[in-house]
């Protein structure tokens, strides 16, 4: 379910409780019945059916607080118990791809237990919404806007929605075609992080390609001078699904002081992953291994044949 589709619900029901001053709940899925959204003054609420004993609101995480207990609405289905999760509105085209995950993946056998292991995954999600971004965060995401910036100069604007990164897709620009993955490196050997058995898992579906962004530290661009590029290129509607797609990475103005600190840009290597490619993922392993849920791991650069970046890559995929 697309994040824009749970904003909308969430919208809808905000548009009823600011007529009627109290709280308002809708499915957002119809054949998920057990799953309701909803807000209640400067609320968002999400709630799953449960017959667990009621509690008081308690902070999990960040901004996140949770509880057990009878949702304050009239719906049929719904005249018992629920666990809810409660964040400010304001904070909802951030949280809203979780709002869908857990949507999709919460067991309505076991709603406390598995909701709580959903929240516990997006642990990021919730680590940035605290405050501004670490450095790391803003160095990956300065490589992301700057293949952004070529890819859009090369397909169109409407290119834009190929950037998957933050929505946690596997890749951070996805295809019909294609995959592109972008781990943003310094000027020294390097080492950077690979976060899946997925991330460089080849496919007969499309190609799959590694770039490696290396920085340094200069004068040339910055975080903040990335995004005021991309806020000039991008109008309308494909304007609003940026907006929303550097808040999902973390990006908020509010934060920009934080994010001064410049740099120079010292090149871009490519890499196709193939079945020949020798880097770990799903297909090297010989055995399925279900007690493993997630696991990193550290590229050597240095033993893969990188090359320069052609001029033409992103009109040849």
Not at 41 to 61: C, G, R
Not at 71 to 83: L, Q, R
Not at 136 to 141: A, F, I, V, Y
């Amino acid at each position: 379910m697309r994040s824009d589709v749970v904003i909308s619900q969430f919208e809808l029901s905000e548009a009823r409780s600011n007529s009627t001053s109290l709280a308002s709940f809708r499915l957002l899925d119809p054949t998920r019945p057990w799953f309701l959204v909803g807000v209640e003054a400067d609320w968002d609420l999400v709630a799953v059916i449960s017959d667990s004993e009621p509690t008081d609101w308690d902070q999990k995480v960040g901004i996140l607080s949770i509880r057990n207990g009878r949702i304050d609405a009239d719906i049929e289905g719904w005249g018992g118990g629920s666990f809810q999760v409660r964040y400010p509105s304001s904070e909802r085209a951030r949280v809203a791809p979780f709002v869908s995950d857990l949507c999709q993946r919460v067991d309505p056998e076991d709603p406390v237990d598995s909701s709580m292991q959903i929240i516990d995954e997006w642990s990021e999600l919730w680590s940035r919404v605290r405050g501004p971004m670490r450095l790391e965060s803003q160095r990956g995401l300065i490589g992301e806007l700057i293949c952004l910036r070529d890819m859009v100069a090369y397909l169109g604007t409407d290119s834009l929605s190929n950037w998957e990164g933050p929505n946690r897709s596997p890749q951070d620009f996805v295809c019909e075609g294609w995959r592109v993955e972008v781990k943003t490196v310094g000027t020294r050997v390097a080492r950077p992080r690979i976060s899946s058995f997925e991330q460089l898992l080849p496919s007969d579906d499309h190609s799959l390609h590694l770039l490696l962004v290396s920085i340094k530290s200069g004068t040339e661009i910055s975080l903040n001078g990335l995004v005021d590029d991309c806020r000039r290129i991008f109008k309308g509607k494909e304007r609003q699904d940026f907006e929303h797609l550097i808040h999902q990475a973390g990006f908020y103005d509010k934060h920009r002081e934080h994010y001064a600190r410049t740099y120079d840009l010292v090149g871009i290597s490519h890499l196709e992953i193939t079945d020949d490619t020798k880097v770990l993922n799903r297909k090297m392993l010989s055995t399925d291994i279900p007690s493993i849920e997630k696991v990193e791991w550290v590229l050597r650069t240095e033993e893969l044949p990188f090359e320069e970046l052609p001029d033409d890559f992103w009109s040849s995929l």
